[in-house]
């Protein structure tokens, strides 16, 4: 099973951006999917996860503002991130968790994507 990500780029400051994450060799249902993010310096931080049922949550610094979303019938997940700030700024990795639920802890997700650089400038 392999995840890919999608979309990153340059954003000015209150600007969008859309991240989106392909799962291939599995199916994306069996899967609770989140979005995490790595300042260089900084620990791997949880932004964003949906459970299989699917429930959401959002770290507080995102909410409001992000939205994730799947779409289990083209094994894809988004992750729609409006009113973008600098401290946005970062990699966005996108992570797998077999029969999970969503969890924000790291050690849950077994499948990693590579990520996605997304630089927002003030």
């Known amino acids: 099973v392999q995840l890919v990500e999608s979309g990153g780029g340059l954003a000015q400051a209150g600007g969008s951006l859309r991240l989106s994450c392909s799962l291939s060799g599995g199916i994306l249902s069996d899967y609770a999917m989140a979005w995490f993010r790595q300042t260089p310096g900084l620990e791997r931080e949880f932004v964003s996860a949906i459970g299989r049922n699917p429930f959401t949550r959002y770290d507080d610094s995102v909410e409001g503002r992000f939205t994730i979303s799947r779409d289990n019938a083209k094994n894809m997940v988004y992750l729609q991130m409006n009113s973008l700030k600098p401290e946005d700024t970062g990699v966005y990795y996108c992570?797998?968790?077999?029969?999970?639920?969503?969890?924000?802890?790291?050690?849950?997700?077994?499948?990693w994507g590579r990520g996605t650089q997304v630089t927002v400038s003030s």
């Open positions: 992570a797998a968790e077999f029969n999970g639920y969503g969890t924000l802890a790291q050690r849950s997700y077994g499948l």
